[in-house]
């Protein structure tokens, strides 16, 4: 039994959890540590490969590929920095949102902060973008291994879909290819909590308790930027709070009702600072003209 064995059982157990949630796609940036989760993503027979050799590009088509589908995405990568690679499409994801699972491998905790070859501290190595972060534990063996393995899946995933990216850095112990020996990590245990699948859809709830919130405002306006599908209830939270809805061509809510011509109103200065609203209400992603920016940057009280 090898390191590599270990590893492997403990990837894949990781990965079947992730695909049972519903992961469909992920990308893979070739490289020795990632040896593990590379290989229990090919092997796993319900989740397409797309490999590519530069992470940058790696990155930015597994973003591309969570957007049109509004699904988690995972992309992974090797130690270093290669994981630095990934960055600009983190704060993409970030901005969008986009469901991206960020699967960085790394050198284990004993060769951190010596001088180990391609080895940088990963751990909250994108900041403040990611929606959620695990240092995820060496892999072992146990009697409860699988579990952790698995519920460690479901919290990555569930997070992911708030929509936004995730970030698991799993570190990998040498020899990093298996020799076909099993690993016995135990069974899963009791129930699995299951993880959402796409988000969740607001109802009359939500809709009664944003009308409290902002109760008594009397000058407020509803922004939707960038959306993976048309919210018919942004609208019908509009008209209950008597509030104008400034909609962007990419929100799917451009329909009679909104302003069309918002953008050529909020580049008016004289206009803006006579009309400037108490609070916004912004939907969907940030605003994308510099009109916009300036608007909800200058607003009393922006809720999100």
Request: glycine share 10%; with cysteine.
């Amino acid at each position: 039994m090898t390191e590599g064995d270990v590893a492997l059982a403990c990837a894949s157990a990781f990965v079947g959890q992730l695909e049972r949630d519903g992961l469909t796609d992920a990308c893979i940036s070739p490289g020795s540590r990632s040896t593990p989760i590379a290989l229990a993503l090919a092997r796993t027979d319900g989740i397409r490969v797309h490999v590519h050799l530069d992470e940058r590009s790696s990155a930015f088509f597994a973003l591309g590929l969570a957007k049109a589908s509004g699904r988690p995405v995972v992309v992974t990568c090797t130690s270093g920095t290669a994981a630095a690679n990934l960055f600009p499409a983190v704060v993409e994801a970030s901005m969008s949102p986009a469901p991206l699972i960020l699967l960085t491998a790394d050198r284990p905790p004993e060769l951190r902060g010596v001088g180990a070859n391609q080895t940088i501290d990963q751990r909250e190595l994108f900041g403040p973008y990611p929606r959620w972060f695990s240092d995820a534990p060496l892999p072992s063996e146990g009697p409860h291994a699988t579990r952790t393995w698995v519920l460690l899946a479901v919290e990555a995933y569930h997070q992911a879909c708030r929509p936004g990216p995730v970030h698991v850095n799993l570190p990998y112990r040498e020899p990093l290819v298996p020799a076909g020996e099993a690993a016995d990590l135990g069974d899963v245990g009791s129930a699995v909590p299951a993880s959402l699948d796409g988000g969740e859809t607001a109802g009359e709830d939500d809709v009664d308790g944003f009308v409290e919130l902002v109760a008594g405002v009397e000058r407020g306006l509803v922004y939707v930027g960038s959306l993976r599908s048309p919210s018919p209830f942004i609208l019908d939270l509009a008209a209950r709070l008597g509030w104008p809805v400034i909609a962007e061509p990419t929100s799917g809510l451009r329909v009679p009702g909104t302003l069309s011509a918002a953008q050529f109103l909020l580049s008016n200065e004289p206009f803006l600072d006579a009309h400037l609203p108490d609070v916004v209400a912004q939907f969907g992603a940030a605003p994308t003209s510099r009109a916009a920016l300036g608007l909800v940057g200058s607003t009393p009280r922006l809720v999100i």
